[in-house]
């Protein structure tokens, strides 16, 4: 099952379905609302009560953190879980977002070796995604936030001595030309005014927005008036960190040549 809060909204049930069909496999996943304050009860009924596995959404991705007995070395670094499971009486935990996302990205034939990326937000999912695109050695990352604390704050969070981050209000011009822009608030689907910095977009900067939507959200339209020619939405994203719970779950590698037309 996918737990969250608001959950209706959910495509993980029609995804994992075609993963099912397509790995010969007989799966029951279903999307079930659960509040934060009940977190620990129903995570705990669900797993008495036979669920093997279950990934976890907004707002809970915390929660799961601090519920887990085993967590991946990525969930330590992010402080956060998108999936859990038993292994025996010990719940383990994992977070594949970042993994999903640079899989997408590799996908669509881009590598982030030596780029410039900026991340737009300082969040939770700024934070999941992090460790797995210092992995994949960008010559920089900044983040870039509406409260410049914030990213400051994620920035030292993360740097390395031989990465360091760095962290820029959204009302201040970058000083990098970016090569990769991920914007990972959700203001574009909700089709709320970004500041953003005034030289983000060229069309030499590849925009890649988390959110996704039947039709383009406003994030990839403004990226596109703006000049930017190659812009994607995250839906192919959802489709791999999906793909890499189903895995851990069943040992199957299902195939992700899920259309967008498929699920929306």
């Given amino acids: 099952a996918v737990i969250g809060d608001p959950i209706d909204h959910s495509l993980s049930p029609k995804i994992h379905k075609l993963f099912a069909e397509s790995s010969g496999l007989d799966i029951s996943y279903e999307a ?4 934060k304050k009940d977190f ?7 797993f008495d009560s036979g669920y093997e596995g279950l990934n976890v959404t907004l707002p809970l991705k915390e929660d799961a ?12 670094l992010s402080g956060s879980v998108n999936t859990l499971w038993k292994e025996g009486s010990i719940i383990c935990a994992d977070t594949t977002d970042g993994r999903g996302l ?5 996908s669509k034939n881009i590598s982030l070796s030596n780029l410039e990326v900026v991340i ?3 969040g939770g999912s700024a934070r999941a995604i ?6 994949e050695k960008p010559s920089s990352i900044t983040i870039a936030n509406r409260t410049f604390s914030k990213a400051e704050e994620l920035a030292k969070k993360f740097s390395l001595p031989d990465n360091q981050l760095k962290a820029v209000s959204t009302s201040q011009p970058l000083d990098c030309s970016p090569d990769l822009v991920i914007n990972t608030t959700s203001a574009g689907v909700l089709n ?3 500041d953003l910095p005034s030289n983000i977009f060229s069309q030499d900067t590849c925009v890649y927005d988390l959110s996704y939507s039947r039709e383009e959200t406003s994030f990839i339209m403004r990226a596109k008036n703006s000049g930017s020619n190659v812009c994607y939405d995250g839906i192919g994203m959802l489709i791999q960190q999906a793909a890499l719970s189903f895995e851990i779950w069943t040992k199957h590698k299902p195939k992700t040549d899920i259309t967008k037309a498929a699920l929306l």
């Avoid at 079930?32 to 509040?35: F, G, M, P, S, Y």
């Avoid at 640079?102 to 590799?106: A, E, H, M, R, S």
Wanted: zero cysteines; a negative charge.
């Fill in 40 to 46: 620990v009860l129903a995570v705990t009924s669900l």
């Fill in 192 to 194: 709320q005014e970004m």
């Fill in 65 to 76: 953190f601090n519920y887990a007995n085993e967590l991946s070395e990525e969930s330590k």
């Fill in 130 to 135: 992090i460790p797995s695109l210092l992995k």
């Fill in 32 to 35: 079930i609302q659960v509040e």
């Fill in 102 to 106: 640079v899989k997408d990205l590799t």
């Fill in 120 to 122: 737009l937000g300082a």
